[in-house]
């Protein structure tokens, strides 16, 4: 097996989430990609070599012709949990470790971490786009969902967003609950629909629930992958305390998988399957 296919059997052994086939360019950010769906993620540990941690852990050795395997370890001192693993790291030296930690720590995690009690009844309050990374958000009555692409005209159906980069999941199309935004302004927050800088706003609908969910918005059918949780950036491009108070109220990431037009008023329907 190449380094991310094994990658892969090694996260499903440890998490037990499935991350079907891997990138081999960007294995490692697109397993972390994926844990996201299931209230997970990747932690790089700074000193991998001195690493003492009672539980799994991947290691990334590195052999002397200087290609990269993961192995699996566990415990404190730390050994590899299968023979594979063993002659790998015996042949090279550990350059890097990563561990699976859960995102949310109020959540379980796993397959299903975010429920599967979406109601399947909202609509569209609001639909936003920004040209280029930072600029401000616009508000439209509709745009056109283009599939594996983004929203007309957005940042990222373009390339230009802060964190645009080919391949990447959930970086389509976003959006956030009308509900969450009162959420958090309430705790002090200085944000609206268009500073929240998510592309669309919901009525109605709890978000959460639709990860690793089929949805159609208009006429446009989307999968939710992961949630588009609030950082660094979005604070310093809208105003302080904006950070703190949006934790888990971000909203969630989508893909777009067929081409539609969304307008506002739009009913979001929960798609079987």
């Not at 200087?66 to 042949?91: C, E, H, I, N, T």
Request: charged letters at 20%; aromatic letters at 4%.
């Amino acid at each position: 097996m190449d380094f991310a296919e094994r990658l892969a059997v090694i996260v499903e052994s440890i998490a037990g989430v499935p991350l079907g086939s891997l990138d081999r360019k960007r294995s490692v950010t697109q397993a972390g990609e994926r844990l996201a769906a299931a209230n997970l993620g990747l932690l790089s540990v700074a000193n991998p070599t001195a690493f003492a941690w009672p539980g799994h852990w991947i290691a990334i050795v590195e052999a002397p012709d200087g290609s990269l395997a993961p192995v699996a370890m566990f415990g404190v001192p730390s050994g590899p949990l299968d023979d594979a693993g063993a002659a790998v790291l015996a042949a090279g030296r550990i350059v890097e470790g990563l561990v699976i930690a859960p995102l949310d720590l109020d959540r379980s995690h796993g397959i299903g971490a975010y429920g599967r009690g979406a109601s399947g009844h909202g609509s569209v309050a609001a639909i936003f786009t920004a040209a280029a990374a930072g600029a401000a958000c616009q508000p439209h009555e509709a745009r056109q969902a283009l599939a594996g692409i983004g929203l007309e005209g957005d940042r990222y159906a373009l390339g230009h967003g802060t964190f645009s980069k080919p391949g990447r999941n959930g970086q389509a199309l976003t959006l956030i609950a009308e509900e969450a935004i009162s959420l958090a302004q309430a705790k002090g927050a200085e944000v609206d629909a268009a500073t929240a800088r998510r592309n669309v706003v919901t009525r109605g609908i709890e978000l959460e629930p639709l990860i690793g969910r089929r949805f159609a918005i208009g006429k446009a059918t989307l999968c939710a992958t992961r949630l588009a949780e609030p950082c660094a950036h979005l604070e310093r491009v809208t105003r302080p305390g904006v950070l703190r108070a949006m934790v888990h109220l971000g909203g969630i990431r989508a893909d777009i998988l067929s081409d539609g037009e969304i307008r506002v008023g739009d009913a979001i329907r929960l798609l079987p399957g």
